[in-house]
């Protein structure tokens, strides 16, 4: 176990260099004087220009620029925003609540609508029931989240004034955009469940339980759903870089100022160092959080000995 | 064919595709109205017999957008897809059957891509290389490469240890024979699958970038520039919000009851997997 993990936390290095090569690299494949994403469509003079070219360190070569923000970013100093000249780390650090929060709430909304539907829906197999809950699954993964979420304030915010459409970041404005995110997550995870629920439902020890009369529900709770549970959890695994990604549109149209927006923001204004800390912090998360998902895999099901991750 | 008929969603699904599919076609040639047209005097005209749609805030009518913005949408989910699967099954069967450094070598740049969330890159290079429809297509298919190459390298590897490959091996049937005539036969179901999903979550993934402005520059009607542009006049008509995603929705609805149908004829044992997309 403590060399599985060390193994992969030592694969973590070649990834991140990788990525913050990829990061850094779009600075310079982006076209256009680096000067004017710092100084916008101001008019400077040559002169000034050289010295923010120098002060930046433009006119170093590239490599030598990379080497300098990998031992920064190291050290935990991501560079200077180029438009309000705040830390990057301090702007990614206080979007992270808002992001991190809106993510949990959609997990919790995906993890449980999605157990319910696709346990509801394995065990009413073939029925009504479950095809009506399939459909709806279905539907959720086809539904743009951010059309769900234009509908949302449309129907909530606009036509009932029932939830506060946008701007505040309580826990009553938190509802719709976890909502929007989670749908997806809930049909993802319902639709895994209930196949993995019907495989191992048509196991022999099921049919033990069942033959020795443990009581319906008890054979579900007890027995099926701890077993299908397992490959489920890959799933949430990776749906943490969805929910991540969805975050951005997510944001963007509630107007909640999180690690997406603040992504988008950078995007929008050319503001590199900023695109360079949020990439960079959703790229290390997602590694992380799958490589958790991994060492959690070991601990539900002691079956698996590390040869290869099942995919 | 005949056996994807019976299948009630694939069925519902293929013709709700081959409906969008017309509509787009029909709609680069003729529109009721000129999707483009500004009138100042019917903005915001909800939906009647005259626009069936409604009108948005430029007085443009909302279904001839739809219909001529819908080669947009559709080129995007298609063309991308077909860029990620030439691209990721070439370098899966070649990594597959050459192995050693070459196949390491591949498999490192793809576990280096799916280390990004899909539409998270997809984001990083529109912003690199611009907004444009052919730049949200580029990302796209980049993005999803990884997807086709693992289960084109996965077939590669499960063929070749079968004692017919090797019997075919040892009959001296060149490289390409083998992987013409064994390899991809047996990769073709699940690549049908993977195909019609993948698409689905392209579309999905070119609207969101149109949608958050990184896509279609604004005067085109892509679906999701057009929702976009709705954000602002939200309480001034439904029909700017509703209509737009309506046609997303179904569009990938379609292809995902597609993707489901063609699964449960295709690859009867496989479970509901979902794209990395």
């Known amino acids: 176990m403590a060399a599985y993990l060390l193994k992969r936390l030592a694969l973590l290095v070649p990834v991140l260099r990788v990525v913050s090569l990829l990061v850094f690299a779009s600075l310079d494949l982006t076209p256009g004087d680096p000067v004017t994403s710092v100084v916008g469509d101001v008019p400077i003079d040559q002169a000034t220009r050289a010295q923010i070219r120098e002060a930046y360190g433009f006119d170093r070569p590239l490599h030598d620029q990379y080497l300098g923000f990998l031992a920064r970013a190291l050290q935990g100093d991501l560079g200077y925003s180029y438009r309000n000249h705040q830390p990057v780390l301090d702007l990614v650090l206080r979007a992270i609540p808002s992001t991190v929060s809106l993510m949990i709430a959609a997990m919790i909304i995906g993890i449980s609508v999605g157990m319910v539907v696709g346990t509801l829906a394995a065990i009413k ?179 698996i000995r590390h040869g290869g991750r099942p995919s | 064919m005949r056996r994807l008929l019976h299948h009630p969603s694939a069925t519902l699904g293929l013709i709700v595709l081959t409906f969008v599919v017309i509509v787009a076609i029909v709609g680069l040639f003729w529109t009721p109205y000129d999707p483009y047209a500004v009138a100042p005097r019917q903005k915001f005209l909800p939906p009647d017999a005259v626009h069936l749609m409604g009108t948005d805030q430029y007085g443009r009518d909302i279904l001839s957008r739809i219909m001529y913005g819908g080669h947009l949408t559709l080129l995007t989910g298609f063309l991308s897809i077909a860029m990620a699967l030439s691209i990721g099954i070439t370098f899966g069967v070649v990594g597959g059957w050459v192995g050693g450094r070459t196949d390491l070598a591949i498999v490192a740049t793809m576990d280096i891509l799916l280390a990004f969330p899909a539409v998270l890159l997809a984001l990083g290079i529109v912003a690199v290389l611009g907004g444009s429809v ?3 297509i580029v990302a796209v298919g980049i993005a999803t490469i990884p997807v086709f190459n693992r289960v084109a390298r996965a077939a590669v590897l499960s063929v070749t240890a079968r004692p017919y490959v090797r019997a075919a091996v040892a009959m001296g049937c060149s490289d390409r024979q083998i992987i013409v005539r064994h390899v991809l036969p047996n990769v073709a179901g699940p690549l049908v699958v993977l195909t019609a999903i993948t698409i689905a979550g392209a579309i999905l993934i070119g609207s969101a970038l149109s949608f958050l402005g990184l896509g279609a520059p604004p005067p085109e009607p892509e679906w999701g520039v057009m929702l976009n542009d709705a954000r602002a006049y939200m309480q001034l008509g439904w029909w700017l919000t509703v209509m737009p995603g309506v046609a997303i929705a179904l569009t990938v609805l379609a292809l995902n009851l597609l993707g489901d149908g063609l699964r449960d004829l295709l690859d009867p044992t496989s479970r509901a997997t979902d794209a990395h997309a």
Not at chain 1, 147 to 162: I, K, P, S
Not at chain 1, 226 to 249: C, D, K, M, S
């Open chain 1, 125 to 303: 197999r073939g029925t009504l029931t479950d095809t009506t809950l399939m459909s709806l699954a279905t539907l959720g993964l086809s539904i743009p989240s951010f059309w769900l979420g234009m509908l949302l304030l449309l129907v909530f915010a606009v036509n009932l004034r029932l939830v506060p459409a946008i701007g505040r970041d309580d826990l009553a404005s938190l509802i719709l955009p976890a909502i929007t995110l989670g749908v997806g997550s809930a049909a993802i995870i319902a639709r895994f469940l209930r196949s993995s629920l019907l495989e191992v439902l048509g196991q022999d020890y099921i049919t033990t339980a069942r033959s020795k009369g443990v009581s319906p529900r008890r054979v579900i709770t007890g027995h099926a759903l701890r077993n299908a549970f397992i490959p489920v959890l890959t799933i949430i695994g990776l749906q943490v870089g969805t929910l991540l990604a969805g975050a951005i549109v997510v944001e963007t149209i509630f107007t909640r100022r999180g690690v997406g927006s603040l992504l988008l923001s950078g995007i929008n204004n050319r503001d590199f160092p900023v695109v360079q800390g949020t990439v960079l912090f959703a790229t290390v998360s997602y590694v992380v959080v799958n490589l958790l998902v991994d060492v959690a895999y070991t601990l539900v099901d002691p079956r």
């Open chain 2, 134 to 136: 052919t730049n949200v």
